[in-house]
């Protein structure tokens, strides 16, 4: 069956470290993945978009990585600050054009200064 | 740039009335709206997909007499709940895309309670 995992629901890191956050999938062949964030009683806002012929992307203290070997996804968040603390979401891209998201659960990221 | 609007953010209604959503792209035109659903400490799930000038696409397991789609427009998009029950209070999201290819961009969400 297909699936999409963000195997922490939850992580608590100190603020400063490094947040990684790990996207898996199964059984999807996606064109992009693309990485959300999404606070309490809000949408979605875009942060990042990865294809699949790319290895590693970057955006200010972003990072993502993309091996469609492994079918994972790592989205890092340098010198972390209380303010990342939000709900950070995984979706995959399945067909070029305006196709809908394929999303995960998403991972409820908290920084503790 | 890339602004999505919804009205109302929050909207509490009775059961057995109808409530309707906007979802408006503010500075560019949207080929394609998206409207999800989002119950607590889920994801995102896909309800319909709406062209203008279209028939909406609906997924598995969405009822199309029950949600109506309208997108008249390539700015607006409506989500109609009709009838609605205390099961269908959740998180609606609406996204749109054609700014860029892939990319959809996320309204704020409207909170309906049905009580």
């Known amino acids: 069956s297909q699936k999409i995992e963000q195997n922490s629901e939850a992580l608590n890191i100190q603020e400063g470290k490094t947040a990684t956050l790990t996207c898996n999938y199964t059984?999807?062949?996606?064109?992009?993945l693309q990485w959300y964030r999404q606070d309490p009683g809000r949408g979605p806002v875009f942060l990042l978009l990865i294809r699949e012929n790319e290895k590693e992307k970057r955006k200010e203290r972003l990072k993502v990585t993309f091996d469609t070997t492994l079918k994972q996804s790592l989205f890092h968040i340098t010198a972390s600050q209380p303010a990342d603390s939000a709900t950070y979401l995984c979706a995959l891209v399945l067909n070029s054009g305006n196709t809908p998201l394929v999303f995960g659960k998403g991972t409820r990221l908290s920084v503790i200064a | 740039g890339a602004v999505v609007s919804q009205h109302p953010s929050r909207v509490i209604c009775k059961s057995g009335t109808s409530v309707k959503i906007e979802c408006r792209s503010l500075d560019f035109q949207a080929t394609t709206m998206f409207w999800y659903r989002q119950f607590p400490k889920q994801s995102l799930m896909l309800m319909a997909t709406s062209n203008e000038g279209s028939k909406a696409t609906y997924e598995q397991g969405v009822e199309k007499d029950k949600f109506l789609i309208n997108h008249a427009s390539l700015t607006l998009s409506t989500l109609t709940v009709t009838s609605a029950h205390p099961e269908d209070s959740s998180f609606y999201i609406c996204?749109?895309?054609?700014?860029?290819?892939?990319?959809?961009?996320f309204g704020p969400g409207t909170r309906l309670t049905v009580t």
């Open positions: 059984n999807y062949s996606p064109a992009y």
């Open positions: 996204s749109a895309a054609g700014l860029a290819e892939s990319l959809e961009y």
